[in-house]
């Protein structure tokens, strides 16, 4: 055929010169390759038929359908794939039964055993097909929208702001992407249309997909955004108007704005003659009205409903697709219950009874014959001989891991690193250690607990930091390794003679195919280089395949695996049995030398108790080179009868804790895992502890670079201080002479034990007025003791009881030497030395905000309980050496000292070094900072409203007056707010009481707060309008009414019709349990409205609560944040009037305050040293020309 059509004379002509001259006219098109689309086959109709032998055939080809199957709808697809198609059912069962009347019995069915065993393992395959559509429609994105039909849709898309708010947006749009990439694409046309409050199309009609088309499309997904509510009725009434739709996909998150019955009304009108499937789709929500909604949707256009939730993998099971296949199964199941009564002999009040012979025969088969089979189960054994000689990954990481490679982290800081020196000094009764190397060097933290010295070459360090990342590579490709092929399901098998002990208990009966085809991918892929081997399948009894161990020869391996294929599940889980009967094998023994490790593959827990079998396994393992290795394998969805019910039960963690336990006894390894991959194995944890070593060392070298760069920085900064206060204190040196001072006073380090400048002038002066004293007179006496009155009694001193403080002297302990009578001493204890300074503590604060009243923060974490009180600093005794009058009084010498200020009429000493006035700003600005930070927290989403809400049933008073008619939109949106944001967030029981001149009540007690009460409250509170006056009272009576509310909240916008005094005094003596009544201030500037509110709060012990010139606090807020004016003038916080923010407005104030008076006092501070420094500066030398060279004459 290819010659044919490669000849291009039997198409373009036969022979040139016998063509005329307009040949070309007559010449045939060239020959066109037509691809046809699979999707479009339609069996032929029945008009076209010409022949009576194309009816027979069409009659024929009935059965056959030509639309393939992932095209069709689970409806569809079931009609060529339920059980009546395939005639399974059991009324087709008991139509092939023979009926056979006897003398004194009743109805009587025969049945012929071939019959019933094929019909069972038909039923059994069609279960299996039913589980495998069902998967399918699980995958990719039929899982989150269904299987799409139609060839013109319609998308609806839900952009409201609940289903795209709160950080849903960028996966719901990685969603639709998904979709449109896997199935829209393959349409013939598309109308896009995104609905919020309002509707937004992408197109004005339907567009043919190309590439163009599909790129708008995606754009138009990448660009959804929230947009208010979720008006479906008019998105609904804008596609309809589209022509040429066969199919519409609503896409829905949210409660719709209308009520289901018009929603529903108007569909019906609007689908009436007209063929449109509504394919609705609940995309992760948990409303059971949006639920109902597109049920009742899917219902009335004859379409099809799914539903997706990310938190909850069963809600797609109730799609219609899906619950029509369960359906399905279902009566699959039934009728294979059905056959199993036949087998006892009943079936109702019908005797039935199947051939013996025939069923003598079927009994004699395993029941593994009728489970399905993966490909190339029958198949001969295709064997794999490895080239090398796998190990365990301890063993592995001993060759190849960190530690091996000299990648260790402190391998390779150990030659730069030292110990500092330090020895203790009696004289001075403390340790006293070398500062050179912690000046040169960079402390650093040894794996032991010591701190070491280490020179950091950060050269080294990268180039260490990238050999780690070749480790961690090669550690990543070991894991993939080891969760391949057979070793995924057995781990790596590392020994050359090993058994295996395979779990047969009743409890695998279902799944004895699964272990047969471990065992085959084991002897295919992991046996071939192996000494010697053998298989142990256990029950009740062990049934081993050789008596002994033999060589894994090609032969042998495939016949043990046609063994395998024979085994059958019965009896327990009997470890103990088959384990004695693997190591008790004397002729292993003789011939091999035994075991060297034993491989057990379990489902469950053994009959044996765990103590009993460890013990033994410990015993046997013990001194030898045996090893016993387990494998978990996880059955999560198996249903037995009572009969086949494992001996003993345990859960899945039980049972891998038992096993992790059995295999540790064993000095072996554990391994777990199900048929979505390794859950948990030895192996792998080995190598993903060496990964994380590794990361660690990694971060801990880039601290080291970090420190070092910030070291040689702060370096830096120093050396050009240094150098320009060098140049300014010797200006008039050249500057050859500068630069040579800088680098001597940059690199030369002063001795640690140089006295400085201020103790040698000291020392000088002390030594000097000691030489110059002399005794006055011979009655010298010591002076009066300052601030104390000469006029003292002297027997009332005499009479005046002694101090009862211990004398701070150290502890002696005598002892007797060996030279006669001597005796020494020895210092045990030295009195500790208490230090009189008071350190500036560092405040502390939880990172999440505590739903608290300030007044009970700002005791946990207030100004005073952070000791960052100033006046608790600065709190020295009063000078008053200005006002004493005696002679004896001398107190200049403080004042000396000590720099004084002025503090509240009173002068005060300040005993306060500088460094410890900086940490104590660096400790207020912190405070500062946590206090505005909290004040965000409380001027944001619905706490900037109505406060914070803190108890767990309140109810809520909602002023719906006339004079709120101006403020309804914003109240609204407010509570939604509150709604969604505070009560539904914190799960606060609530309930909502309206009133004008009556109280209305949206439910008649305080309900439960989730999505559909959350709903169900918005929409009742969108529907609130304004009117009459303002019945307080009775609201509040409403209110307390209710025996579970806890707290009432109530907002209004003015004063009560009835008198202010009377509702206080009636409120109070209504308010019986004493419950909190919180007011909120709503728009208000009424003074005396506002007053009224204060009182009412502060009666019942509720908080007051006015949220007034947010925007300003706002932005003083951020200015102070962003520029870090701190100071206690610029720029200055609103004078909130609410009870919450105006506590923490005060504290705030109070801290800037003290942040103020502490930059003033470390002035002070800095100017008293300074002249202290120049007072102690040693005098200039005279000149020489004050100097006579003539003696002096008296």
């Not at 949006?290 to 990310?310: I, M, P, V």
């Not at 804790?657 to 948990?680: C, M, P």
């Not at 690199?747 to 400048?757: G, W």
Request: net charge positive; aromatic share 8%.
């Amino acid at each position: 055929m290819q010659e044919i059509l490669d000849n291009a004379q039997i198409f373009n002509g036969v022979d040139s010169s016998s063509q005329c001259d307009d040949s070309k006219a007559f010449r045939r098109p060239p020959w066109r390759t037509d691809t046809v689309d699979k999707y479009s086959l339609k069996p032929q109709s029945n008009l076209m038929v010409t022949h009576v032998n194309q009816t027979l055939a069409l009659q024929k080809a009935k059965k056959f359908s030509a639309t393939p199957n992932k095209t069709q709808t689970s409806e569809e697809w079931l009609m060529n794939h339920d059980l009546t198609y395939q005639e399974i059912t059991l009324k087709d069962l008991l139509l092939k039964g023979k009926q056979v009347k006897k003398a004194g019995e009743g109805k009587h069915l025969v049945f012929d055993a071939t019959v019933i065993t094929e019909m069972e393992y038909k039923l059994n395959m069609a279960i299996e097909q039913y589980h495998m559509r069902v998967k399918w429609l699980l995958e990719g994105s039929k899982k989150l929208f269904g299987l799409v039909k139609g060839e013109r849709v319609g998308v609806l898309i839900d952009s409201s702001d609940a289903n795209t708010g709160f950080g849903r947006l960028q996966d719901f749009q990685q969603s639709l992407l998904y979709l449109m990439d896997e199935q829209l694409k393959y349409k013939k046309s598309l109308y896009l249309l995104s609905f919020g409050s309002e509707p937004e199309s992408l197109w004005n009609h339907a567009r043919d997909l190309n590439l163009r088309t599909l790129e708008e499309a995606r754009d138009f997904i990448r660009g959804l955004h929230p947009a208010g509510g979720c008006n479906l009725l008019k998105s609904f009434k804008k596609v309809l108007q589209v022509k040429k739709l066969n199919s519409l996909l609503i896409i829905l998150g949210n409660c719709p704005d209308q009520t289901s019955s018009v929603l529903f009304d108007y569909i019906q009108q609007c689908l009436l003659g007209r063929n449109l499937p509504v394919h609705a789709v609940a995309y992760d929500t948990s409303n059971h009205l949006t639920h109902d909604t597109l049920k009742k949707l899917a219902e009335h256009s004859n379409g099809r409903y799914h539903c997706y939730n990310s938190s909850d993998d069963r809600e797609v099971y109730k799609s219609f697709d899906i619950q029509l296949l369960l359906r399905e199964a279902q009566r699959a199941v039934d009728v294979i219950s059905k056959i199993k009564q036949m087998r006892t002999g009943m079936l109702g009040d019908a005797l039935i009874s199947i051939e013996n012979e025939i069923s003598l025969e079927v009994g004699r088969l395993s029941n593994a014959r009728f489970l399905p089979r993966p490909p190339n189960h029958h198949r001969p054994l295709s064997i794999e001989t490895p080239n090398f000689h796998p190990q365990p990954s301890v063993a592995w990481l001993a060759e190849s891991g960190l530690r091996a490679n000299n990648l260790n982290l402190y391998q390779i800081l150990a030659p730069n690193a030292f110990d500092p020196v330090q020895d203790f000094v009696p004289i001075l009764r403390k340790p006293v250690g070398s500062k050179v190397h912690g000046k040169a060097m960079q402390q650093f933290e040894w794996h032991d607990g010591s701190m070491k010295n280490v020179h950091v070459d950060v050269a080294m360090l990268f180039e260490y930091q990238k050999q780690l990342g070749c480790a961690v590579k090669t550690f990543e490709r070991r894991i993939e390794w080891l969760a391949s092929g057979s070793r995924k399901i057995w781990g790596t098998m590392c020994e050359k003679r090993i058994i295996l002990m395979v779990d047969t208990s009743i409890s695998n009966k279902a799944y004895i195919i699964h272990l047969q085809h471990s065992l085959r991918l084991l002897l295919e892929q992991q046996m071939g280089n192996k000494q010697a081997f053998n298989i142990i399948a256990f029950g009740s009894h062990p049934k081993m395949w050789k008596p002994h161990m033999v060589k894994p020869s090609p032969e042998n391996l495939q016949a043990a695996w046609n063994w395998a294929q024979n085994l059958e599940a019965s009896g327990g889980r009997n470890v103990m049995s088959a384990f004695r009967t693997a190591v008790e094998n004397g002729e292993d023994i003789k011939m091999f030398g035994g075991p060297q490790a034993i491989y057990v593959i379990s489902s469950g827990v053994p009959d044996q108790e765990e103590d009993v079998l460890c013990s033994f396994v410990s015993e046997c393992t013990i001194g030898s080179e045996l090893k016993v290795h387990t494998i978990l394998f996880s059955i999560d969805d198996y249903s037995l009868s009572d009969s086949e019910l494992p001996s003993r039960y345990a859960t899945m963690p039980q049972t891998a804790d038992y096993l992790r336990n059995f295999a540790h006894a064993g000095s072996g390894r554990f391994h777990w895992f199900r048929e979505t991959g390794v859950v948990e194995s030895d192996d792998i944890i080995a190598i993903t502890r060496e990964m994380d070593r590794a990361v660690h060392y990694s971060q801990r070298c880039s601290l080291l670079v970090e420190s070092v760069k910030a070291r040689d920085d702060l370096r830096r900064e120093q050396s050009a201080l240094k150098q320009s206060r060098l140049m300014i204190c010797n200006g008039d040196f050249n500057r050859k002479k500068k630069t040579e001072m800088v680098k001597q006073i940059e690199f030369i380090e002063p001795r640690p034990t140089a006295l400085t400048l201020a103790r040698m002038n000291r020392q000088e002066a002390e030594s000097t007025k000691a030489l110059a004293w002399k005794v006055s007179n011979r009655n010298a006496s010591l002076p009066p003791t300052p601030y104390k009155s000469q006029s003292i009694d002297e027997d009332a001193s005499s009479n005046r009881p002694q101090s009862s403080k211990k004398s701070r002297r150290p502890q002696k302990e005598t002892f007797y030497t060996e030279d006669k009578n001597s005796v020494g001493v020895v210092y045990k204890k030295y009195p500790k030395k208490k230090s009189v300074r008071k350190a500036v503590p560092e405040p502390i604060f939880p990172q999440m905000e505590e739903r608290i009243t300030s007044k009970q923060w700002l005791r946990k974490y207030g100004i005073k309980k952070m000791k960052l009180d100033l006046n608790r600093y600065v709190s020295g005794p009063v000078c008053i050496h200005k006002k004493a009058r005696s002679k004896n009084v001398t107190s200049k010498w403080f004042c000396s000292i000590f720099p004084s200020v002025d503090i509240d009429g009173q002068v005060r000493h300040i005993d306060m070094q500088e460094s410890e006035m900086v940490e104590y700003e660096k400790h207020v600005v912190t405070l500062i900072r946590r206090y505005l930070t909290r004040m965000q927290w409380l001027l944001s989403g619905s706490r900037k409203m109505f406060g914070s809400i803190l108890e767990s049933n309140v109810v809520i008073l909602i002023d719906i007056s006339g004079s709120m008619s101006y403020n309804m939109d914003e109240l609204k949106k407010e509570m939604t707010s509150l709604i969604w944001e505070q009560l539904n967030g914190n799960k606060t029981a609530f309930n909502i009481v309206a009133f004008s001149n009556t109280s209305t009540k949206w439910q008649d007690s305080i309900t439960e707060s989730n999505q559909s009460a959350c709903h169900d409250a918005v929409q009742w509170v969108s529907a609130l309008t304004a009117h009459g006056g303002s019945a307080t009272l009775e609201a509040i009576q409403v209110a307390l009414a209710d025996e579970e509310a806890e707290a009432i909240y109530l907002l209004t916008d003015g004063k009560p019709d009835s008198s202010i005094k009377l509702t206080l005094s009636e409120a109070s003596n209504l308010n019986k349990k004493n419950i909190p009544i919180h007011t909120i201030s709503f728009n208000c500037d009424n003074r005396e409205a506002n007053d009224f509110l204060k009182s009412l709060s502060s009666n019942s012990g509720g908080r007051f609560h006015r949220c007034h010139g947010e925007a300003d606090a706002q932005f003083a807020i951020h200015r102070l944040m962003q520029d870090e004016c701190f100071d206690e003038d610029d720029p200055n916080l609103p004078n909130f009037q609410g009870d919450d923010l105006k506590r923490l407005n005060d504290e705030v104030n109070k801290a800037r305050k003290f942040l103020t008076q502490s930059r003033r006092f470390k002035s002070i501070i800095q100017e008293h040293e300074a002249e202290t420094r120049k007072e102690q500066e040693p005098p200039s030398p005279l000149p020489n020309k004050w100097i006579s060279d003539k003696p002096f004459l008296p």
